[in-house]
T-cell receptor, first 115, second 112 residues
Framework: GAGVSQSPSNKVTEKGKDVELRCDPI?????LYWYRQSLGQGLEFLIY????????KSGLPSDRFSAERTGGSVSTLTIQRTQQEDSAVYLC?????????????FGDGTRLSIL | QQQVKQSPQSLIVQKGGISIINCAYE??????FPWYQQFPGKGPALLIA?????SEKKEGRFTISFNKSAKQFSLHIMDSQPGDSATYFC???????????FGTGTRLKVLA
């Protein structure tokens, strides 16, 4: 497909475990964004990539959260030692380039549940 | 300064009616205002967007009205249909702030 692809679509894990969430952006899109959506809430910015570098990590909630992007394409968001408050939907978006006027296209997210 | 305030939180409209959702912002550097539609279990999908050099933009049944002096913008859904039932998010971004600042969302229900 031509859209942003995220996997897994659902993840249930025990508190204290590490999780990896994957995002495949739209082909050719240089900018990639991670957001978090808690139940009934708006979207909270986590991190932004331009190419493989992350100029803005300001939204990462704690040092348990990290992300990388390789080959200017696939990105992985890793949460270490998960806590119950990490339960949320994690959304990835991509845009052609990182300009404020560029529309961001979202995947369907990974629903993360921490038991 | 970075907040986008969205109202109402929820909205019920009869089929064929007009749905109106409002957003307000503070940061005058914002220069791009998209609206997203989200169905349960799906990611937000871009619906329509506006830049502050125009006061209104229409695409089909969806219209954005923009009031630069009041720092407000709104989404109007004409002839609302049950299939429009979803959560709608406004957002804003601006020069040097490529990340979107989202409103808290409006859950719209259109009654058949």
């Amino acid at each position: 497909g031509a859209g942003v692809s995220q996997s897994p679509s659902n993840k249930v894990t025990e508190k204290g475990k590490d999780v990896e969430l994957r995002c495949d952006p739209i082909s050719g899109h240089t900018a990639l964004y991670w957001y978090r959506q808690s139940l009934g809430q708006g979207l909270e910015f986590l991190i932004y990539f331009q190419g493989n570098s992350a100029p803005d990590k300001s939204g990462l909630p704690s040092d348990r959260f990290s992300a990388e992007r390789t080959g200017g394409s696939v990105s992985t968001l890793t949460i270490q030692r998960t806590q119950q408050e990490d339960s949320a939907v994690y959304l990835c978006a991509s845009s052609l380039y990182s300009d404020s006027n560029q529309p961001q296209h979202f995947g369907d997210g990974t629903r993360l549940s921490i038991l | 300064q970075q907040q986008v305030k969205q109202s109402p939180q929820s909205l019920i409209v009869q089929k064929g009616g007009i749905s109106i959702i409002n957003c307000a912002y503070e940061n005058t550097a914002f220069d791009y205002f998209p609206w997203y539609q989200q169905f349960p279990g799906k990611g937000p999908a871009l619906l329509i967007a506006i830049r502050p050099d125009v006061s209104e933009k229409k695409e089909g049944r969806f219209t954005i009205s923009f009031n630069k002096s009041a720092k407000q913008f709104s989404l109007h859904i004409m002839d609302s249909q049950p299939g429009d039932s979803a959560t709608y998010f406004c957002a804003a971004s601006g020069s040097g702030t490529y990340k979107y600042i989202f409103g808290t969302g409006t859950r719209l229900k259109v009654l058949a």
